[in-house]
């Protein structure tokens, strides 16, 4: 003890330096959204290249897991070739599906987390691979979140498990709408609020993206309904759903761009006016 306290009075003046030029910092970056906007894309950029190689650590012990995923994946792509009649399982999503309107990029996750109350997933694809805020994310089953910040290599994604997060999305049997929500509870559970009382709600029926914003496209599974709730005012539903994704095993994602996105929205902004 009496060490550290000799080593701070030996050095008090370039330790009260440190702190005087730390607390600036911090005000500089808080006060000016562009000092901001450089800081979060700087520490994307150094965390993202931590997580990649702690990542790769990873992945060794969790090959087998990824290896039957992948399996399950070509099993079902031969099922389509061999098979053009085959019914679309509502829990896959086959991406070459999306659309010429969409363009799909393939990305590895590098941190994933589940168990806060905003949880978030670190990629390995950043601006210099063309992805940008507001891109969805999905998994071959459904969902996992939405583009948040980007540095050139990196980019972080809000994920569903998030309080903040709040999506569009619809019963696929009837298409009505509501708002996708997470009541920080389970990691296997999302919320569908707003739901009109004059749906026809049955458990087992299966929730996904009502397509009413340019992030996804319509028709991209979610999960399917648990139970159900009528809410206070009695004119609408909480829907508690069941996530088609393991949110705690996400290893590889496509990034979705909306190609048309900025046409609709300037069209959109100028019905506005």
């Known amino acids: 003890m009496q060490q550290i306290l000799n ?3 030996r050095n008090k003046t370039f330790l009260l330096f440190l702190l005087l030029f730390g607390i600036s910092l911090a005000l500089t970056i808080q006060s000016h959204s562009y000092h901001r906007s450089k800081f979060i894309n700087s520490a994307n950029g150094l965390t993202g290249g931590v997580y990649g190689t702690f990542n790769s650590i ?3 012990f969790d090959l087998k897991d990824q290896n ?3 399996v399950e994946e070509n099993k079902y792509l031969r099922k389509l ?3 053009s009649k085959t019914t679309i399982d509502s829990t896959y999503i086959d991406t070459t599906f999306i659309g ?3 363009n799909v990029t393939i990305a590895e996750v590098y941190k994933n987390s589940y168990s806060l109350s905003n949880n978030y997933l670190t990629i390995n694809k950043g601006l210099k691979h063309g992805i940008k805020q507001d891109f969805g994310v ?3 089953k459904g969902i996992v979140g939405i583009v948040d910040n980007t540095s050139n290599n990196y980019a972080t994604v809000l994920s569903i498990l998030n309080k903040k997060s709040g999506i569009n999305a619809k019963l696929k049997s009837t298409n009505h709408i509501g708002s996708l929500r997470w009541n920080g509870k389970s990691a296997q559970h999302v919320q569908l609020e707003d739901v009109s009382n004059f749906a026809p709600v049955k458990v087992g029926d299966t929730i996904e993206t009502g397509g009413e914003s340019s992030i996804f496209p319509k028709g991209i599974g979610i999960g399917s309904v648990e139970s ?3 809410d206070i005012s009695g004119d609408t539903f909480t829907i508690e759903i069941k996530l088609f994704n393991d949110m705690s095993n996400i290893g590889n994602v496509y990034i979705l761009e909306d190609l048309d996105r900025q046409e609709i929205e300037t069209l959109e902004n100028q019905s506005n006016e």
């Open 100 to 102: 010429s309107r969409y």
């Open 81 to 83: 070739l061999f098979n």
């Open 68 to 70: 039957n995923i992948l």
């Open 58 to 60: 990873e992945k060794y």
């Open 138 to 140: 999905i998994t071959s």
């Open 7 to 9: 080593f701070v009075i």
């Open 228 to 230: 159900y709730l009528t």
